[in-house]
């Protein structure tokens, strides 16, 4: 029996219902002061929803909850936060419209006596606050100028800046290029030098293996086991995680190519990126590395005809094209797996039939009326296809779980018959086991003479899939690798040289 | 930096513009000119005088929008408030000829805090969406003042000399409805930029969630909001009355969007979190602006809703053009 | 029910879709907002015919139906344009200038077909412009619509001044006033129903239907599945201008002659009939079904108020209610089951507003009980 004071934060048999169904069940959790502990699971594994109970956005049904030893409850995160606890979330909670140095103190601004604002003492503090940090900012920009690593750091900020012991990081490092990252985590074991708690979620594990101390996994909403992560290897992890073994994440075959499917010439947006040109040839899969924001989504974006080029040519299948909106794209052969799954690539509240026939809905119809029974047989062949887990067609995509949303997503496109497939992140935030599905996936459709273009931040993921990686940089291409010669070392240095070299 | 640079002339214009407040001064400005111009008479004291007095009320009402429309929300029953007030105070003033002004003046901010409480109650705990909240408000007031007046009217031999120089008297060298629009509009200034309730506001618009989670109690600043704008309406309703020396079933009938299109013109986003003091009362002058000029140089009446409408579309697209190149010149 | 066998092997797979799990029925999807209206219906019928032996006379309800086909003809569109998430304030006042150009013209002369179609083109190009600036340029529709509201207006003024077109030909007020031969139907209705079957097999079973609720859910998903978004925003757009200038030749016929302020207001009189059918004012909710049992419960209610001598505007109380309380009491309700927001703070200021608001009606009708003698 270990004494109780031990733990800052601890949660025992912690059960959570919606709408009768049962998300979390019996989850114990434990947490000291000065570690790092690693959150694991699959998606729908119920790692955001105890995140939600510990700040009290959800309240349990079941289990208690105990800070320093004694039981609390937490009505709302407002109630968390005075308790010390912050939660930095996937969803940046910022206010755009307002400065750096406001934001961190938003309200709780600091005032006279009289009640006025004291706007000097507000920005000497945050000036305080953010140097302490090592981080440089400038106080007056609007958050919405900021970048999403600058971002992160202003809810850090705030965070310290209300003393919190316990600290919660949803995915922080998803959209942070990795010389950010590195920032990141020196900031992290900072704060966990001087004795805060962390409970970090990640969905890649060579990032917990740097930066964790123990970890716990979850499973289906249930409590797997709590390890010290160095006693524990990656492959036991993936087992823990999905309950069983994944043999081979990366599954790409040999294929022969086929000739030139998407040529792209001097393909330049003012502001976005410059002189980009590639060809993509059928049955090869072309991963795109680079940091974010490095311009490579707004290459995706404008060949899909999103946002236009202002120069450059394009060419499929040796015709020279102009396209200016997705439907030209898509007449063309052409299909895109936007990276921002909720925003771009799903209508969240409506039916997964609705969502997969939506690119083609044209074609389930008869001058312009629809023709239900095509439409539902056809979708569902896709859905079937894809092995999407649902109770039925007419369930709202929003109610599924991330790697099944992004399933519908791919089957929407497939549907399309696409020639040239762009896949932008086409495995953020989604399970291991879907993972390695899409990645499957992918190397069949390859195998069948589809073009595909991957954009990738993670650098695992472009070595294993790509035959061919390019590498872009602040809106440029600046390095091409074949398969065999493309490593990590190689591929980090094209990203990022000349950040290195202006600084 | 490729890009060639601007003219002197036309850089400094450029900076003007992308400041919003000092954009709508230098299109008052040159208005003012070609107006001037044409009729020198234009600037004179007196006309310059006219044009304040005609702004106040829509100053007041319109402070009072912007802090709603910063919450993202918008509050179309202004018009029917103004209404409400108005018809009750004048009411109450002719019964009782001898009450003296100012409470007249109190009457009709309490009387218009019960209506935005309202307004704010439903919108609040109710969670019905502003929109649609203020439309119902918007009919219903107007009907209570059917209902109460039985459709007949207050005219200006019905209302006491100090009820009428309430609004016109200038024992303080300029009118007094005039002084009492600067000084909403100084302590609107002041709460907005100098007090945490006011910092909420802009917090609530900028993003509702994270400020719930930053423990702001969002519903308690919408509750706010509503009824300050009730209050302005109630203080709007004394002074309409008493300038324009009567109440009638369709006082301000049609206001409500004058006062939106006040905070727009003023650079107030209708999508929330954004809007200055100094932009809504310039908004709200160049609309006075135009009406006095249009009478001034001789157009027909008629057509001045027609150039307000103008007005407020050409306000949108400009400012929606200067919006797209700066946003184009922070990424590049 | 009928269940597809699966394969012992699919069975193990758990929670893979099956195709032909039951969907909802015809009624269950004619949902629960739809039928609170028809109970509502009966219910106003019910009441009116206690009320007023007039209510149910079948020439009176004739002449009153035709009193709302206007609102109901822009309604139309309207529900399409809430559903795609945005609003055009500026019906009314389209309507009022096509009106007055359609006078105007009259009034120099022109013939009444020619003017009445001018009056048509012109609506069409002001939705067409409404939608140009709010879909082209991006601009939001709300603050758009506003501008053009003044401005349509405004040209009906120009257009007639202080003056009125009055004298339309026979066969031209016919269309306000007259009745299909033989029956008892105007010709409006008749006109009505026709759109509204037409407008709503559109939204309902057509792939430009679907298109609007997938814009009002997620327009940018919509952007990049191929959707024409902004072609669709324009059509609508314009089709509303078009719907608002055939109301206003109606409205114009009806009262057979046309002053600039003809249909002013009405603009929120449709958005009131819209939301309370049902249409989401955030978009991408609402059926054509739910729109017109709203207007049919609106005219209804008029009606039979109207029977009773209470003023137009006094029953814009009760509509305004009505319109609150639709939205309110489902809120409310929910809120009500989810016991923990009912903490003590929320009492008391619930508590203090309806004290204030007591407040206010004691003395609404003390001050109110002179008015009453007086007048």
Not at chain 1, 384 to 405: C, D, F, T
Not at chain 3, 134 to 146: H, N, S
Not at chain 3, 289 to 299: F, H, K, P
Not at chain 3, 338 to 345: A, P, S
Request: charged share 15%; with cysteine.
């Amino acid at each position: 029996m270990k004494i109780p004071d031990d733990y800052i934060l601890e949660l025992k048999k912690i059960t959570k219902r919606f709408s009768g169904v049962e998300v979390l069940h019996d989850v114990s959790f434990t947490l000291r002061s000065g570690e790092v502990h690693a959150l694991l699971g699959e998606n729908g594994a119920g790692k955001s929803t105890l995140v939600k109970v510990i700040t009290g956005l959800h309240q349990p049904d079941g289990g208690e909850v105990y800070l320093n030893g004694k039981p609390v409850h937490f009505a709302n995160p407002h109630d968390s936060r005075q308790a010390g606890i912050a939660a930095i979330y996937q969803e940046l909670s910022l206010f755009p419209d307002l400065d750096v140095a406001e934001n961190i103190f938003v309200g709780r601004q600091p005032t006279t006596t009289a009640g006025r604002v004291d706007w000097r003492k507000l920005y000497a503090e945050a000036e305080r606050l953010l140097s302490s940090l090592g981080v440089h900012l400038d106080l007056k920009q609007k958050a919405r100028h900021l970048s999403i690593a600058q971002q992160q750091m202003v809810e850090i900020a705030r965070a310290i800046s209300i003393n919190a012991r316990i600290l919660i990081m949803d995915e922080p490092t998803s959209s942070l290029t990795l010389n950010e990252v590195a920032d990141l985590f020196r900031l992290v074991r900072r704060l966990r030098q001087e004795g805060a708690a962390i409970i970090f979620i990640s969905h890649r594990l060579e990032e917990l293996y740097e930066l964790a101390d123990r970890v716990t996994v979850l499973r289906d909403g249930a409590y797997v086991d709590t390890r010290p992560l160095n006693e524990v290897s990656r492959d036991e992890l993936i087992r823990l995680m999905v309950g069983r073994t994944i043999s081979n994440l990366f599954p790409k075959q040999e294929v022969e190519v086929g000739e030139v499917a998407l040529k792209v010439e001097h393909l330049s947006r003012a502001g976005s990126f410059h002189d980009v040109s590639f060809e993509l040839r059928k049955g090869e899969i072309l991963g795109m590395a680079g940091l974010v924001g490095a311009g490579r989504t707004n290459v995706a974006r404008a060949i899909f005809g999103v946002e236009p080029p202002t120069g450059g040519q394009v060419f499929i299948a040796g015709q020279e094209v102009h396209i200016t909106s997705p439907q030209q794209a898509i007449g063309y052969g052409l299909a895109y797996v936007p990276e921002d799954r909720q925003a771009h690539g799903l209508i969240p509240p409506m039916t997964i039939t609705a969502n997969i026939s939506l690119p083609m809905l044209e074609s389930y119809a008869r001058r312009g009326w629809l023709q239900d029974a095509l439409e539902r047989s056809t979708v569902f062949a896709a859905a079937r296809q894809m092995e999407v887990r649902a109770s039925h067609l007419w369930q709202r995509a929003r109610e599924l779980s991330g790697g099944n949303q992004q399933k519908i997503v791919l089957a929407k496109w497939l549907l399309t018959r696409p020639r040239i497939l762009i896949l932008d992140e086409p495995t953020r935030g989604i399970d291991v086991g879907t993972k390695a599905a899409v990645h499957a996936l992918m190397s069949k459709l390859a195998a069948e003479g589809i073009a595909i273009l991957m954009i990738s931040s993670e650098l695992p993921e472009v070595l294993g899939m790509s035959d061919r990686v390019l590498v872009m940089r602040e809106g440029r291409i600046t390095a091409h690798f074949s398969r065999a010669e493309a490593t990590q070392e190689k591929i980090i240095s094209a990203a990022t040289q000349a950040v290195g070299a202006l600084s | 930096m490729t890009e060639p640079r601007r003219p002197k002339l036309a850089g400094f214009l450029w900076a003007v513009v992308r400041l919003r407040e000092a954009g709508i001064g230098l299109f008052i400005i040159i208005l003012v000119g070609l107006v001037t111009l044409r009729v020198p008479a234009f600037l004179s004291p007196d006309n310059l005088l006219d044009i304040l007095l005609n702004i106040s009320i829509l100053a007041i009402v319109a402070l009072a929008q912007t802090m709603v429309i910063i919450t993202h929300g918008i509050d179309l029953s202004v018009s029917s408030m103004i209404g409400l007030a108005a018809m009750m105070v004048a009411f109450v003033v002719k019964q009782n000829p001898e009450m003296p002004a100012l409470l007249a003046l109190l009457l009709g901010m309490m009387l218009g805090a019960a209506l935005g409480a309202f307004n704010g109650l439903i919108i609040t705990y109710g969670k019905v969406p502003p929109l649609i909240a203020t439309l119902g408000t918007l009919s219903i007031y107007r009907g209570l003042v059917f209902f109460y007046s039985g459709g007949t009217w207050i005219n200006s031999f019905e209302l006491p000399k100090s009820f009428k120089l309430l609004s016109k008297g200038t024992p303080l060298l300029l009118p007094n409805m005039v002084l009492l629009a600067l000084l909403a509009a100084l302590i609107v200034y002041y709460f907005l930029n100098h007090t945490r309730a006011g910092r909420d506001i802009y917090a609530v618009g900028s993003n509702p969630e994270a400020a719930q989670m930053s423990g702001i109690p969002k519903q308690r600043v919408l509750f706010l909001v509503y009824l300050l704008s009730g209050v302005a309406c109630g203080l709007a309703a004394v002074l309409w009355a008493s300038r324009f020396e009567s109440a009638q079933t369709n006082t301000a009938l049609g206001f409500e969007l004058q006062t939106v299109a006040a905070s727009v013109v003023g650079g107030v986003s209708i999508s929330g979190g954004v809007g200055t003091v100094p932009g809504v009362i310039l908004g709200a002058l160049l609309l006075g602006i135009i009406q006095n000029a249009l009478t001034i140089v001789r157009i027909s009446p008629f057509w001045q809703l027609a150039a307000q409408g103008l007005l407020i579309l050409i306000a949108v697209i400009v400012d929606h053009l200067v919006q797209q190149r700066a946003q184009r010149e922070v990424q590049s | 029910m009928k269940q597809t066998p699966l394969a012992p092997a699919e069975t193990q797979v758990t929670n893979l879709i099956n195709e032909f799990a039951p969907r909802r029925s015809f009624l269950a999807r004619f949902q629960r907002w739809e039928w609170m209206l028809v109970g509502l219906i009966v219910l106003v019928v019910l009441l009116n015919t206690q009320l007023s032996p007039y209510f149910l006379d079948a020439l009176n309800l004739s002449r009153t139906s035709s009193d709302f086909m206007e609102m109901g003809l822009m309604m139309l569109p309207m529900v399409f344009i809430i559903i795609t998430g945005n609003i055009d304030l500026s019906v009314a006042s389209n309507l009022g200038m096509c009106a007055s150009l359609m006078g105007w013209l009259f009034m120099q002369g022109v013939n009444i077909w020619v003017a009445a179609f001018a009056a048509l083109l012109l609506g069409t190009l002001a939705g067409f412009f409404n939608g140009l600036l709010a879909a082209r340029m991006k601009l939001p529709a709300l603050v758009v619509t506003l501008g053009t509201y003044a401005f349509y207006r405004g040209v009906a003024y120009v257009l007639l001044g202080d003056q009125a077109a009055r004298d339309y030909p026979e066969a031209f007020t016919y269309l306000g006033q007259g009745r299909l031969p033989g029956t008892l139907i105007p010709f409006s209705v008749a006109l009505f129903i026709v759109l509204a079957a037409a407008f709503g097999l559109v939204l309902h079973r057509t792939t430009f239907g679907r298109y609007l609720y997938g814009i009002g859910n997620n327009e940018n998903a919509c952007i990049y599945s191929g959707v024409p978004v902004s072609r669709i925003k324009l059509i609508i757009f314009t089709l509303s201008g078009f719907m608002a200038a055939l109301a206003g030749l109606i409205l114009a016929a009806r009262f057979g002659s046309t002053r600039p302020d003809i249909g002013n207001g009405l603009e929120l009189s449709v958005i009131t009939a819209a939301v309370l059918g049902g249409v989401d004012i955030n978009g991408g909710v609402g059926s054509m079904v739910g729109a017109c049992l709203s207007l049919l419960l609106i005219g209804l209610m008029r009606f039979g108020m109207g029977l009773l001598n209470i003023q137009g505007q006094v029953q814009g109380v009760v509509i305004g209610l009505l319109l609150i309380l639709s939205i309110l009491l489902p809120n409310g309700l929910v809120q009500l089951s989810g016991v923990k927001r009912l903490d003590r703070r929320s009492i008391l200021a619930v508590l203090v507003v309806v004290i204030l608001f007591a407040l206010f009606f004691g003395f609404f009708f003390w001050s109110r009980a002179p008015v009453l003698i007086g007048g």
